[in-house]
């Protein structure tokens, strides 16, 4: 396999407000910049943006140097894979459409280098969430969606937003506490699927806790972290995934 693999989550730009988003933001296409010669293929496991919402002809404004750092890093070659979370649920085919990348709104089972991954957000998925898996149904709705288009963006956005941080089944800010292994409903979920059939990596976001946890002699569940706190990423070389923390960003 040429060049590296690289996998980055939850970085929520645009909370909690514009100001502390944009260093944030800066960083994050530092560390593009950074793998840029190095990369063959970018996964962004959901969440990039806090709120986001597509009508049909309006997305919300902001966000101009990661959504260029990402074309300019497609139009190098480097394919872009998107995988959609619970704060951007709503997003249709922007990014299919302007930068090229590969939208996904179920998680995936893909075999990169030599190794089989299983690969999505992480919303959703175990035995809870069961709150924000019945809201989910409704958010992902079609018909749903399309009377929230005729809300004005200027109410609609500004009202999503309101919800991206007030709704605890959005933002589950429960999620942040690690209780071990056991009590890991994603760990749970994964050994669930073990049972079934192998995979060597399960990467999922969401929790915004770095965890690299042995499922057993063979496959290993990995949690990306955060780009709020942890400033962590995955980088697979085709044969190990490995879970880092970049240093620039406690500079």
Partial sequence: MKGKI???SDHHLGAPDRETSLVRERLFVKWLDEIKPKATALYILGDLFDVWYEYKEVVPKGYVRV?????ELADAG????????NHDMWMIDYL?????ANVYFHPKVMELGTKRFFIGHGDGLGPKDKGYKRMKKVFRNPFFQWLYRWLHPDLGIPFARYLSLKNKLISGSKDLIYDGPDREWLVQYAKRKLKSEHFDYFVFGHRHLPLEISLNDKSTYIN????????????????????????????
């Fill in 96 to 100: 299919e459409k302007e930068i090229g």
């Fill in 67 to 71: 959504l260029g750092k990402l074309a």
């Fill in 6 to 8: 690289y996998f980055a």
């Fill in 78 to 85: 480097i394919s872009i894979h998107y995988f959609v979370g």
């Fill in 224 to 251: 990306l972290g955060d780009w709020i706190t942890h400033y962590t990423y995955g980088v697979f070389d085709g044969n190990t995934l490995l879970l880092k923390h970049w240093k620039s960003a406690d500079d």
